[in-house]
């Protein structure tokens, strides 16, 4: 079974900053990365499809790159509406599996 | 705008059977090529994939428990169904159901709100 590895486990930034989530794939995954946020009582929601696409509706300040089995989550500039759970989800024609997950929190 | 909603018991005794129910309404169950997936999340704890069911009624579970999971589909009544047996307080999460792209597009669009299921006696 394919392993997602995501770090940091949690992370504190200001207003402003730029924010980077890694997601680390046990075997090649190609581009089958997502990435999701969750707030708090609240259901996941797509930001990030096959590695780089932006869901229809999301910010541009949320982007995502990488292939193979290194990939990055980024927020540009850090928004008070960014505080959540931020987490990565690899597919195959089988299976789908989640990072352990980042919470982001506003320092 | 497809909308999810799951249904079903809050509290469940360890060792029975959880059952659960997704409503999908705004669309057919049946239209286009996807999957319907059912995800759990333990309080305080990350997002864990079950399993997922195409309207063919083909099934695929995530391996470690596959041994204690059914999912059915009823395409008259547009809704997805869980099933896990011979539960423990270690099932005790919030149960989502999602729409799932399937192959080529395994990401999850539409998401339930969710349902709290304790396993206590």
Known sequence: DIQMTQSPSSLSASVGDRVTITCQASQDISNYLNWYQQKPGKAPKLLIYDASNLETGVPSRFSGSGSGTDFTFTISSLQPEDIATYYCQQYDNLRRTFGQGTKVEIK | ??????????????????????????????????????????????????????????????????????????TSKNQFSLKLSSVTAADTAVYYCARDGGYSSGWFDYWGQGTLVTVSS
């Open chain 2, 1 to 74: 705008q497809v909308q999810l909603q799951e249904s079903g018991p809050g509290l469940v005794k360890p060792s029975q059977t959880l059952s659960l129910t997704c409503t999908v309404s705004g669309g057919s169950i049946s239209s286009g090529s996807y999957y319907w997936s059912w995800i759990r999340q333990p309080a305080g704890k990350g997002l864990e994939w079950i399993g997922r069911i195409y309207t063919s009624g083909s099934t695929n579970y995530n391996p470690s428990l596959k041994s204690r999971v059914t999912i059915s589909v009823d």
